[in-house]
C-alpha cells in the first residue's frame, strides 16, 4: 500500500531554507519518478520538482530553478526538497507523490500524504 509521510515543513522569513523529507513506503524510488507538489490556498496544487526513477533526471517549475534542489536516499526510500532563498510565493502545503513510470513525463498517482506546511513570513 502506497504512503507517503512529509515532513520537515515550518515558518520561515524571507531568504531562509527549509529541507523537505518524504518517506514513502509501497513502493521503490529507483523503480518510479517520484514529485513534490504545492498547492496554495485557493489555488490549484502545481507540480514543484520531480526526480527520474533512475535519479539522473530532475525537473523544476521555473517559479523555483536555482532556489530547490530534489535529491533522494535510497537506503530510507526517502525523498527530499531542499529549498533556499524562500519568497513568501512559496508558502503552501508541500505533498510528494509517485508518478506512474521511472521518468517525470509519466502521470502522477492520484494518491497524496497529508502535506507539510511551509509559510514564508517575516
Known amino acids: 500500500q502506497l504512503q507517503f509521510v512529509e515532513s520537515g515543513g515550518g515558518l520561515v522569513q524571507p531568504g531562509g531554507s527549509l529541507r523537505l523529507s518524504c518517506a514513502a513506503s509501497?513502493?521503490?524510488?529507483?523503480?518510479?519518478?517520484t514529485g513534490w507538489f504545492r498547492q496554495a490556498p485557493g489555488k490549484e496544487r502545481e507540480g514543484v520538482s520531480c526526480l527520474s526513477g533512475s535519479g539522473s533526471s530532475t525537473d523544476y517549475a521555473d517559479s523555483v530553478k536555482g532556489r530547490f534542489t530534489i535529491s533522494r536516499d535510497n537506503a530510507k526510500n526517502t525523498v527530499y526538497l531542499q529549498m533556499n532563498n524562500l519568497k513568501a510565493e512559496d508558502t503552501a502545503t508541500y505533498y510528494c507523490?509517485?508518478?506512474?513510470?521511472?521518468?517525470?513525463?509519466?502521470?502522477?498517482?492520484?494518491?497524496w500524504g497529508q502535506g507539510t506546511q511551509v509559510t514564508v513570513s517575516s
Open positions: 507523490a509517485k508518478h506512474r513510470g521511472n521518468i517525470c513525463a509519466t502521470p502522477v498517482d492520484d494518491y
Open positions: 509501497g513502493f521503490t524510488l529507483d523503480d518510479y519518478a
